[in-house]
C-alpha cells in the first residue's frame, strides 16, 4: 500500500535562511509522481513542485526544489531565502501511475511551516 | 483558462439534511477526484470518477455519500443526512490522465454541520 510520512509537525524558520521538510513514501509501483503543495490559512491547495520516478535531475520551480532520493525513497522540500508569505501547512503527495491505485493522491499528515522576522 | 471550481465555498447544513457539493474540471480534463481534510489532517481519497463512470470508490464512506460525473455538467458528492463528524473540507481535483503527472486542486468547499 503506498503511504506518505512527514515525521515534522512544526518547523520553524528564521526569514531570508533554507529550510528542508522531510518526507519519505512507501510504494511498490516503479511508475509514480511526487508532489508538494502549500496550504495557507485561506485554505486552497496551491501545488508547488513535481518530481517523477523517472526523472533523474532533481525539480526546482524558483525558491523551492526536491531533493529526491530514489533508493532512500525520501522527497524532501528545500525553500530557499525563506519569506513572511511562506508561514503554511506543506503536504507532500504521491500519486501511481499503474495498478489499482493509478491516478489517485496519497497525503501526508504535513508539516506547518513558521517563518520568524 | 480557467482553473478547477468548485461551489458553494462554504456550505452551512443542519443534521440530516443533505449536502451537494459541486466540481467543474478543468477544461478538457475527464479525471475528477474527491477528497476530505478533516480538521488538523491531510487530505484523505475519496472517489475517482470519470465521465458517467465511477472507477475507484474505495475511499468513499459506504453509507449516506455518493458521486457522480455526468455526460454534461459538474462532478457532484452528495452527502445525505449529515452529521457533525461529516463537518469537514472536500476537495476537488481534476488531470488530463490517470499518470502521475499534475492533478490541479480546486478550492475546496467547507462544509460545516450544526
Known amino acids: 500500500a503506498q503511504k506518505i510520512t512527514q515525521t515534522q509537525p512544526g518547523m520553524f524558520v528564521q526569514e531570508k535562511e533554507a529550510v528542508t521538510l522531510d518526507c519519505t513514501y512507501d510504494t511498490s509501483d516503479q511508475s509514480y509522481g511526487l508532489f508538494w503543495y502549500k496550504q495557507p490559512s485561506s485554505g486552497e491547495m496551491i501545488f508547488l513542485i513535481y518530481q517523477g520516478s523517472y526523472d533523474e535531475q532533481n525539480a526546482t520551480e524558483g525558491r523551492y526544489s526536491l531533493n529526491f532520493q530514489k533508493a532512500r525513497k525520501s522527497a524532501n522540500l528545500v525553500i530557499s531565502a525563506s519569506q513572511l508569505g511562506d508561514s503554511a501547512m506543506y503536504f507532500c503527495?504521491?500519486?501511481?501511475?499503474?495498478?489499482?491505485?493509478?491516478?489517485?493522491?496519497?497525503f501526508g499528515d504535513g508539516t506547518t511551516l513558521t517563518v520568524k522576522p | 483558462n480557467a482553473g478547477v471550481m468548485q461551489n458553494p465555498r462554504h456550505l452551512v447544513r443542519r443534521r440530516g439534511q443533505e449536502a451537494r457539493l459541486r466540481c467543474s474540471p478543468m477544461k478538457g480534463h475527464s479525471h475528477v477526484y474527491w477528497y476530505r481534510q478533516l480538521p488538523e489532517e491531510g487530505l484523505k481519497f475519496m472517489v475517482y470518477l470519470q465521465k458517467e463512470n465511477i472507477i475507484d470508490e474505495s475511499g468513499m464512506p459506504k453509507e449516506r455519500f455518493s458521486a457522480e460525473f455526468p455526460k454534461e455538467g459538474p462532478s457532484i458528492l452528495r452527502i445525505q443526512q449529515v452529521v457533525r463528524g461529516d463537518s469537514a473540507a472536500y476537495f476537488c481535483a481534476s488531470s488530463l490522465g490517470a499518470t502521475p503527472a499534475e492533478q490541479y486542486f480546486g478550492p475546496g468547499t467547507r462544509l460545516t454541520v450544526t
Open positions: 503527495a504521491m500519486r501511481e501511475g499503474q495498478g489499482t491505485n493509478a491516478g489517485k493522491s496519497t
